[in-house]
């Protein structure tokens, strides 16, 4: 299995402008989730999905972030407009139902100038 | 209050010693514990999970859970180079949710 694949890996992007991110899941995993790691608030949890369904959100910063999942093998998360303290590393992550080992994927190294 | 706190670090050891990081947490009704570890610009990686009370060990590793005082440990025996990284204890919510709960993290370095 690849694992969780995301893209791209780095995005560097100017204040104001529309940014997607992009994730695959492992096949066969029930769950996916979207974290934001950054130094000062190391990983947040933003939003996770079972089963394509969004079940918790609350962990989204504002309404200029949004989340998909139109089907089991692919999920983004969108930001619109993207300010600087939107800079980060965003994490997707799945795992299968009873299973608690979250595999990761690379990461999307997100910079806001 | 953070649902999950470590101590930054850094956390300094020499090769061949014992490294011992500590986590706690604020919901008393937690049940999955879990270690990460991160090396420098990668992905988190699953090293241990514990479940219950005690001790849990696993090679080098052993994980120690105390739930009426909150508190869950990772030990590293043999402390090598490779080891040097940050540890990140994730804690999930009540019996149900299945969402993970990360501490900031404690940067460990092994020194040759």
């Known amino acids: 299995d690849a694992g969780v694949i995301q893209s791209p890996r780095h995005e560097v992007t100017e204040m104001g402008q529309e940014v997607t991110l992009r994730c695959k899941p492992i096949s066969g995993h029930d769950y996916l989730f979207w974290y934001r790691q950054t130094m000062m608030r190391g990983l947040e949890l933003l939003i996770y999905?079972?089963?394509?369904?969004?079940?918790?959100d609350s962990g989204m910063p504002e309404d200029r972030f949004s989340a998909k999942m139109p089907n089991a093998s692919f999920s983004t998360l969108k930001i619109q407009p993207s300010e600087p303290r939107d800079s980060a590393v965003y994490f997707c992550?799945?795992?299968?139902?009873?299973?608690?080992?979250?595999?990761f994927g690379s990461g999307t190294r997100l910079t806001v100038v | 209050q953070k649902e999950v706190e470590q101590n930054s670090g850094p956390l300094s050891v020499p090769e061949g010693a014992i490294a011992s990081l500590n986590c706690t947490y604020s919901?008393?009704?937690?049940?999955?514990f879990f270690w990460y570890r991160q090396y420098s610009g990668k992905s988190p990686e699953l090293i241990m999970s514990?479940?219950?009370?005690g001790d849990k060990e696993d090679g080098r590793f052993t994980a120690q859970l105390n739930k009426a005082s909150q508190y869950v440990s990772l030990l590293i025996r043999d402390s090598q180079p490779s080891d040097s990284a940050t540890y990140l204890c994730?804690?999930?919510?009540?019996?149900?949710?299945?969402?993970?709960?990360f501490g900031t993290g404690t940067r460990l370095t092994v020194i040759p």
């Open positions: 919901d008393r009704g937690s049940q999955s």
């Open positions: 999905f079972n089963n394509n369904v969004p079940i918790d």
């Open positions: 992550a799945s795992v299968r139902a009873g299973n608690y080992g979250y595999t």
């Open positions: 514990i479940y219950s009370n």
């Open positions: 994730a804690v999930m919510g009540r019996t149900g949710a299945n969402n993970l709960f």
